[in-house]
């Protein structure tokens, strides 16, 4: 008889194991499902590159129009702009701050940080470029990541011939108490050896939130428990009432 | 008829001991919410950022307890020697795991109930409130009786509490996995994009995100992420039918 239930025990124990492992093996097939599909995909695009700067290189070669190319592809004095005045001269483009100088706000609430920007010569149209906003913390004189802050974070503006002000606009919202500088930036498309062009800047004052009961959670917290516990201690007191616990 | 699923519904809530969950629970929902609304760095997030945070809190919650419920609720019976008494009640087998299924559901429509005055509180002075309750409910119900369906069956197929328990955790993290420790950049890779799309846990994660943070709240907007949960469960459902058939014990062959 012990004879027999050692067998069982053996058998139980050598189908838990067997099926333990069935488990295992097939949660692992299954994650490697998508391993071999992304290899799969990786060896696709592999393929369709090498096809496709098979064929770009003759063009190259022979001169033919680059224009579709990517940047880096295409041949290098074509990127050099011809002379440095064409670089360097953004005098005439105007960057205002239409937003109050000083700001007073309290840390949660959100801003709106606006201004404008002016082509001032007609003559020279606007190339386009990328206007951001830049936030310094005064206090541990340090930039600021914008990643919380804004969730625009630069504007693009494209190429216009016009001299009337475009209006920029960024929704800020202010994460942490502290005195912040606020300005505007604008690089111009094609000119990597400039500076950015600067607007004045906009003086930030955040206050701290203070939270105590904010969409009355404290009675929640506090209440759900406590009416959780009085209930189940009324339910226990009925049941040793009954079970004569209580008498 | 249900005598067995009223004596495992008593057994969670009749005693300090058993109902211990409950509280536990409700404080943590509690400190969660608290923490969302008061600290100084997370009440700055978004407020559907933290109905979203809440409701992730609150379907975890449900699965891992499910979870651990019913990847012992055969097996302990059969270690503890009284499977064989359960299996004299003039009922099936496939009752017997069905009444300890509607107990293990019903213990996390009590955890539901109970974390509906968090999302309320939480979601106050948005429109956001009723989509939480609603999705939270739907994704949680679906995925909790997906994985104690699953569960069962291998408490039946293992009889052993310890390796179940440890088989159904596995499986429960590796659900888990991309929504907890998969950072944004992994998650848009290739594997993460594929992985994603196969587990029904980021399609819940994904739907809530969708619906509180995004605010898209129409049902024809979520179908995608509906219906990948609702054929896991059905696989589920499957998996139970075949392993609780019959019930094996000790010395029946």
Known sequence: ?????????????????TTLITIVVCVLLILTIPLVIQKYNDCLQVLNNSKDLLYLFPQLAKGQNTSHLPILLKPIPQRLPTSLSQITGNNYIKLDISSPREIHGIAGQFIKIKGFI?????????????????????????????????????????????????????????????????????????????PPIASSRILMEVSPKLNLNPGNVLPVAFGVPAVLIGLLGVLNYIRGKKTGVYS | MLELYRHELFGSFYSWRGAAWIIGASLIFSLVSYLLLTDKELSLLDQGEMLFNLAEV?????????????????SSEIESGTFESLLLVPISHKQIALQKLYSIITIWIFLYIVSIPYLIVVASGTTLALAAIVYTGVYGTLLITGISLISIAISAKLKSSKNSIMTILMIVLILLAPSIFFASSLKKTNFGTILESINPMSHAVNSLD????????????QIDHIWPIVAFTLICLLIFLVYTRRFEIKGSE
């Open chain 2, 210 to 221: 969708s619906v509180l943070v995004d605010t898209e709240q129409s049902i024809f907007q």
């Open chain 1, 1 to 17: 008889m012990l004879k027999v239930d050692g067998i069982d025990k053996f058998n139980d124990e050598t189908q838990s194991l």
């Open chain 2, 58 to 74: 609150i379907v975890a919650l449900g699965i891992i307890m499910s979870a651990a419920n019913a990847s012992s609720t055969i």
């Open chain 1, 118 to 194: 002016t082509n001032n010569d007609p003559k020279h149209p606007f190339l386009g470029g990328i206007a951001y906003i830049s936030l310094v913390d005064n206090n541990l004189k340090v930039p600021v990541d914008l990643e919380d802050w804004s969730a625009e974070k630069g504007l693009y503006i494209p190429s216009v011939n016009i001299t009337q002000p475009i209006p920029l606009e960024w929704t800020v919202r202010l994460v942490k108490a502290g005195s912040y500088s606020v300005d505007i930036l604008f690089n111009k498309e094609g000119s990597y050896h400039m």
